[in-house]
């Protein structure tokens, strides 16, 4: 019971730098809500139930324009095709005796901050460790939205312009301590950061949705890192190295 607890506090203690950094982020996201004429109760509602700002922001930019339903929660599905990747990935570390009641809560709070804390993790992935992420990162995700909401109105336009990097400054944390152990991590990180600049500058690649051009990015340099890095299989013969 003791281990048990202590890798869920492992995960609550460092879920709470991602937990800042998502009160911050979706405070601006509250306000944009609040413009709409969505409730407090209904923009904290719709973070609850949709952990992704990206989609959240695209999902208000429709509304705005009148947009039919279907047609958000298509852009919405497109934006984050991404985090079936990581859900692939993610179930590849998990322990092979992992219940599928814990698989399925875990695939809820895929983002790019919980992910990056989850993969880096040393060994198999405990769910009791992605849990503790969770229960620090998601209440302040619906938390902020709330007090966006709320106090959106009165906030000076500069001050939540400021409130929108934090998410930067919180995803560099994620990446940086393996970049700084690891310089196969490094440089696919820099190599990431540069491809992601280059699809940005190709005018023909513009009608390319933001979700799209990640997922291009990801498989086409996970893969070539895969072949040029690859990783030693330190199972012994026999055993099985992963489980879907």
Same mark, same amino acid.
């Not at 306000?31 to 922001?57: D, I, R």
């Given at each position: ?24 982020? %979706?405070? *601006?996201? &509250?306000?944009?809500?609040? #413009?709409?004429?969505? /409730?407090?109760?209904? =923009?904290?509602?719709?973070? @609850? +139930? ?89 209440? %302040?995700? *619906?938390? &902020?939205?709330?007090?966006? #909401?709320?106090?959106? /109105?009165?906030?000076? =336009?500069?001050?939540?312009? @400021? +409130? ?81």
């Amino acid at each position: 019971m003791g281990r048990k607890r202590n890798i869920f506090f492992n995960g609550l203690r460092d879920g709470l730098p991602v937990a800042m950094g998502y009160l911050a982020v %979706a405070f *601006t996201l &509250g306000s944009s809500a609040a #413009a709409l004429g969505l /409730s407090p109760f209904e =923009a904290s509602l719709m973070s @609850a +139930l949709n952990n992704t700002s990206a989609g959240e922001f695209s999902a208000f930019t429709l509304m705005a324009a009148g947009t039919t339903a279907a047609e958000i929660a298509l852009t919405t599905l497109i934006l984050n095709m991404r985090y079936f990747l990581m859900s692939c990935v993610l179930s590849q570390k998990l322990d092979k005796n992992t219940l599928f009641f814990h698989r399925f809560l875990l695939s809820f709070a895929v983002t790019d901050e919980i992910f990056g804390l989850s993969v880096t993790r040393e060994g198999k992935l405990e769910a009791l460790y992605s849990y503790g992420i969770m229960a620090a990162a998601l209440p %302040a995700w *619906t938390i &902020g939205t709330y007090l966006g #909401a709320v106090m959106g /109105s009165v906030m000076p =336009a500069n001050v939540s312009a @400021a +409130l929108n990097m934090a998410v930067y400054a919180m995803f560099i944390a994620v990446i940086m301590p393996p970049a700084k152990k690891d310089k196969t991590v490094a440089l696919v990180v820099a190599v990431s950061m540069a491809a992601s600049l280059v699809f940005s500058l190709i005018p023909a690649l513009e009608a390319i949705s933001g979700g799209v051009k990640v997922i291009i990015l990801t498989v086409a340099i996970s893969l070539a890192a895969a072949v040029i890095f690859p990783v030693e299989n330190k199972e012994k013969k026999g055993a099985v190295s992963c489980e879907a």
